[in-house]
């Protein structure tokens, strides 16, 4: 019941925060009540999505951190922010890569049938980064309410059909159904004809992102040879099967690694004395669990997670009790605009550069605890455009801080 390292949560941050660890032969422990929000939302990875035209990530960065010294990426070097990017890129390798274009942003298009900015792209959406007007078909399903293939055209100025699916999905399809579906040969092999049959020569197919979690590569290939047409996929709505996909490759390398996982279970309560942790409880009614180790990192999330909680008139961070971050009352924590930047959205834990949480004064409250992810002060994801991007390098980070220790 002892390890080197536990992580707490299993989001991005948690899980390369775990690889990391593990990679370096530490006994590691991952624990998490749910698989975070990368089964939810995530599906590229988004580092800095309002750089301006035709500036390398690499620039842009270095830039970003000069002017914003309390930002998450700002405690790491553009050497560590590097590696990071490198040691995930090193988890995906061919045929189901994550590439940059030239090392900067490019567009892709969304389910909204708008273009949208991301650095990482997987292998099975990089068509969709060129689309010409006119030059692609976009195709949906009856019965899949998630991916409106007439709206999405409409947005990227091209056309739009959608497909009836077997007998046995008359009524509504999920993501999930669809995605199993598509792992089918004999599947792919009939909506390949059907598309085939409706071209109007149309060189790219839009598909919605569900080519299965297995080989989508193989299956974006033999659909291709199907229509005779090169396919493509375009992120949905949640769930995200891209984002179980990457769940699912860090899962898999942790658990050859020797990880422990505890998916499904919440750390209820933290054992501390001193300036130290001595364990965590891991709750499993009516029974609670406790686990220890020498280092830990907290790699919670925010609110959607319940990393942080809003209360009438503070936001906490519930397990350490850490100090957040935040503003002076309520009435300060959003702005008039629904779309203006909210000073709630800067909220999060405190830490020093080497990501250990700290007090007001910047006086260090725990010896072994590290603190990675959406969770940490400093940072506006929604407007930066930067989720994977803080999660990736913050978690990479919080870990070899940890094995510095």
């Known amino acids: 019941m002892h390890y080197d390292l536990i992580v707490i949560g299993m989001g991005l941050s948690g899980l390369m925060a775990a690889q990391t660890a593990a990679e370096a032969g530490l006994k590691v ?12 939302l995530s599906s590229t990875i988004d580092v800095l999505g309002n750089l301006p035209d035709e500036t390398t990530m690499s620039e842009g960065l270095s830039q970003w951190i000069k002017d914003h010294p309390a930002h998450p990426y700002a405690k790491a070097t553009m050497k560590r922010i590097e590696e990071a990017f490198a040691s995930f890129m090193s988890l995906f390798p061919r045929p ?43 195709v949906g399903f009856r019965g899949f309410k998630d991916f409106y293939a007439q709206q999405v055209a409409e947005g990227l100025k091209c056309r739009g059909i959608a497909l009836s699916l077997p007998e046995s999905f008359q009524r509504e399809v999920t993501a999930s159904a669809l995605s199993r579906l598509m792992e089918k040969t004999s599947f792919r092999e009939s909506i390949g004809r059907e ?42 709505l949640p769930p995200s099967i891209p ?38 409880h891991v709750a499993n009614p009516p029974v609670s669990t406790p686990y220890s180790a020498d280092r830990y990192i907290l790699a919670t999330g925010r609110f959607m997670g319940g990393g942080l909680v ?76 930067s989720r994977e991007g803080i999660e990736l390098v913050t978690g990479y980070m919080a870990a070899k801080c940890a094995l510095q220790s």
């Not at 422990?29 to 939810?40: D, E, P």
């Not at 919440?266 to 965590?280: G, P, Q």
């Open 243 to 280: 984002g179980r996909r990457i769940f699912n490759r860090f899962q898999g390398g942790l658990i050859q690694k020797g990880a422990t996982w505890l998916l499904g279970y919440a750390v209820s309560d933290v054992i501390l004395k001193h300036k130290r942790c001595e364990a965590v």
């Open 96 to 138: 189901y890569s994550f590439e940059s274009r030239r090392g900067m942003n490019c567009t892709l298009p969304t389910c909204a049938g708008t273009l949208r900015p991301s650095y990482l792209i997987p292998a099975t959406m990089i068509p969709g980064t060129t689309l010409s007007e006119r030059g692609a078909l976009i």
């Open 310 to 385: 809003a209360e009438r008139d503070r936001i906490r961070e519930p397990l350490f009790n850490l100090v957040v971050s935040q503003p002076a009352s309520q009435e300060e924590w959003y702005k008039g605009s629904f779309f203006d930047d909210h000073p709630v959205h800067q909220a999060g834990v405190m830490t020093d550069a080497k990501l250990r949480p700290v007090d007001p004064q910047g006086k260090l409250l725990f010896d072994n605890v590290w603190v990675a992810g959406s969770i940490l002060a400093g940072h506006n994801l929604i407007v930066e455009k």
């Open 29 to 40: 422990l991952i624990v998490g009540k749910g698989t975070g929000t990368l089964c939810l």
């Open 195 to 236: 598309i085939h049959s409706q071209l109007q020569g149309e060189k790219k197919i839009g598909l919605p992102a569900l080519l299965g979690l297995r080989d989508p590569v193989q299956a974006k290939e033999e659909l291709g040879q199907f229509i005779g047409a090169e396919v493509f996929e375009i992120p949905t």
